[in-house]
């Protein structure tokens, strides 16, 4: 497979933002439900989540898989890979789209620090 560097930077960028989708935003809460409990406390003045993982075994290991950024990133980028070269058109797609949702974020959180 011949990889450009502007696909592979399409590609950091929409691995980026699958990761975070399925780690951290809240719209995929569900998935991390039946294996991590999540607990908002407050902080000085600022919301802050922490994570415990549920049960033993297969349950544990999906826990620890969906809590951390590096494991399903990992996992993230192969679903990203795969359906790219299997299904190219829909592959396509959806890596575009999160890519530039995933641009979109870091855009966010730039403008968010330089405005504090």
Request: net charge neutral; with cysteine.
């Amino acid at each position: 497979m011949d990889i450009s560097w502007l696909l592979l930077f399409i590609l950091i960028l929409a691995s980026f933002r699958l990761t975070r989708l399925v780690v951290h935003d809240k719209i995929t809460a569900f998935l991390r439900r039946p294996f991590i409990d999540e607990i908002t406390l407050e902080e000085n003045g600022m919301p802050v989540t922490y994570t415990k993982i549920k049960g033993s075994g297969i349950q544990y290991f999906f826990g620890e898989l969906l809590s951390c950024t590096w494991c399903s990133g990992i996992w993230c980028t192969a679903f990203l890979l795969l359906i790219y070269v299997f299904f190219p058109h829909v592959g396509e797609f959806i890596i575009i789209l999160l890519a530039i949702a995933g641009a979109a974020g870091v855009i966010e959180t730039i403008v968010n620090r330089l405005n504090m």
